[in-house]
């Protein structure tokens, strides 16, 4: 796992494409970022928000409507609980050993969100962090403001939907 999240590095922001083999739908490019007034009026709706961060990351605004995974939520965890554990090791296992239960049901949020946003950004072809996906199709990398890549998202969108088919 350390060698994933050692890959998910940070990078500038952008707009990429998540790799066909995880999604059918349309292909977005960094290249195609901007807007026009006519294109404003034109709101793409949002269906889903999923941020990939670290705890180190401030995710803005607070109350937004994103699922976010926590990229070092089982890094994180194993910690808190070393820090609690007796120095010795026979002693520490037998106080892993008496205590499972309640550390399995305190950390078992974090160890599924964790998850879940691994196999999440494997699928999607997440290479960094901060990432933010929209509607499952459009990965923004580099930012850590929803807002902010919402509307990266709809220039990039309302830029497709004014550009004529070329045949």
Not at 71 to 76: K, V
Not at 92 to 101: E, G, H, I, V, W
């Amino acid at each position: 796992m350390s060698q994933i999240l050692i890959a998910l590095g940070i990078c500038m922001a952008g707009v990429f494409m998540i790799p066909p083999q995880a999604t059918a739908q349309t292909q977005l490019q960094y290249s195609q970022l901007g807007s026009s007034a006519q294109s404003a009026r034109m709101a793409v709706p949002i269906k889903s928000i999923e941020v990939f961060a670290n705890s180190a990351m401030l995710i803005t605004p607070k109350g937004a409507d994103a699922k976010i995974y926590w990229m070092d939520g089982i890094a994180r965890m194993g910690d808190e609980i070393s820090k609690g554990l007796p120095k010795n090791q026979k002693d520490a296992q037998a106080y892993l050993l008496t205590n499972r239960p309640a550390i399995e049901k305190r950390y078992r949020p974090q160890i599924a969100n964790a998850g879940q946003g691994i196999t999440l950004g494997l699928k999607y072809g997440i290479e960094k962090i901060p990432a933010i996906v929209i509607n499952h199709e459009s990965v923004i990398y580099g930012l850590t403001d929803v807002n902010e890549a919402l509307a990266h998202y709809q220039r990039v969108k309302q830029g497709q939907a004014q550009k004529p088919q070329v045949k």
